[in-house]
């Protein structure tokens, strides 16, 4: 592949939006990192996007003529934790405690010390009354830079390619505005950058205008507090009516509609109730989102038609849960039909199409548009 055609196929995965944003709305950014990986004629590309949601995730990016499925390959969420359990990481929680000096945290598993006084919080130029968790992600990377960071061989398990010799890394480029429609060939990094992988000499890359320090890509309103209004459940009885029918379900004898006071954190209000009772997730949605969605095997595929399919996931491991709770919130606003299984799995019928909830057993289902979730029962309450 020549200069021209390798910024051409970056451009068309900035365009189909799986190219690195780093004014991702989502996950506001708090650093990242490029790294190039080549030996003669084999090369990889990997880009680690540090940002915040409700917690610490690490959108990684990869490209490469040894890489299968190429662009956004894993949201790395285990990446900052308050203890050593992974799913107590909440980091505005830190800023609750008594003591402000130095703290322990855990970064990918492993212990560091940073120190959250008002001194280190306005070294990174954050009033300590706003301390927003990007804010808190920031003060950790500037005072322990390499902890945020994958080794080369994390990397390469999560492509499923074969580990080869890194040959060029920064954390200071020129990243294009995507979302002004500027690309990745207007930038000097990624021409230079191309050119180096074309002739395998890394002396030509031009960092450009660097652009990518955090602030650059974050309005004020990220950097205020986001200890946002608490998300309130609502449960309330209501018929059954068409509900099997339209959500592919039997065996309901109580039914109750589920809404929130606000769409944030809904998933995570759900988990918090229900996931340690969950026994099996079925998917029923474009395919082809599902397995790009997924980096785990399908246990089992029942096909309604050629364009969707109903997945389900049986035997999940504890870690999992949650971000299984979080892709069927963000399936059903896809338009897909997802119900998780409480106590008891559910029943396959394959004539019917439907699943059946057990005995004894229920089954929390998104509403498709995602603004709504229902608890279906079959005979015995929660």
């Given at each position: 592949m020549d200069k021209k055609k390798l910024l051409e196929k970056w451009d068309a995965y900035a365009k189909d939006d799986d190219f690195p944003m780093l004014d991702n709305a989502n996950h506001p950014l708090a650093c990242c990192k490029v790294s190039l990986y080549q030996e003669e004629t084999e090369w990889a590309l990997f880009f680690e996007i540090v940002g915040y949601s409700s917690y610490a995730v690490s959108n990684i990016y990869a490209y490469g003529n040894g890489i299968d499925e190429e662009g956004l390959i894993m949201g790395y969420d285990e990446l900052l934790s308050l203890s050593g359990d992974v799913s107590d990481d909440h980091l505005l929680d830190l800023m609750s405690r008594e003591e402000k000096g130095t703290v322990t945290v855990y970064a990918k598993g492993e212990p560091i010390k940073v120190d959250i006084s008002k001194k280190a919080v306005e070294a990174i130029d954050v009033a300590t009354e706003n301390m927003a968790g990007v804010s808190l992600v920031r003060l950790v990377f500037n005072q322990n830079p390499d902890s945020l960071w994958l080794s080369s061989k994390e990397l390469f398990e999560i492509s499923e390619t074969k580990q080869i010799p890194l040959v060029y890394s920064t954390l200071e480029w020129e990243h294009p505005d995507i979302a002004a429609n500027s690309m990745p060939s207007d930038s000097v990094f990624f021409q230079t950058l191309a050119e180096a992988i074309v002739t395998n000499n890394t002396a030509c890359i031009d960092n450009g205008n660097v652009n990518t320090f955090w602030k650059n890509w974050l309005d004020e309103e990220t950097l205020e507090s986001n200890d946002l209004v608490e998300t309130k459940m609502f449960k309330k009885k209501i018929e059954i009516g068409d509900f099997e029918k339209i959500y592919a379900?039997?065996?309901?004898?109580?039914?109750?509609?589920?809404?929130?006071?606000?769409?944030y954190d809904r998933y995570q209000l759900l988990f918090s109730m229900y996931g340690e009772n969950s026994q099996s997730f079925v998917f029923q949605n474009n395919p082809d989102y599902l397995e790009e969605s997924f980096s785990r095997d399908i246990e089992s595929e029942h096909q309604y038609n050629q364009d969707n399919s109903v997945y389900t996931f049986n035997s999940v491991k504890k870690k999992e849960l949650r971000d299984l709770y979080e892709f069927a919130e963000m399936g059903s606003e896809d338009g897909g039909v997802?119900?998780?299984?409480?106590?008891?799995?559910?029943?396959?019928?394959?004539?019917e199409k439907a699943y059946t909830i057990s005995n004894g057993a229920s089954c929390l289902v998104w509403g498709v548009g995602g603004n709504e979730a229902f608890l279906a029962i079959n005979c015995d309450r929660l």
């Open positions: 379900l039997r065996g309901v004898s109580e039914l109750y509609k589920i809404t929130f006071s606000s769409e997802n119900r998780i299984f409480l106590y008891k799995e559910g029943l396959y019928n394959s004539e």
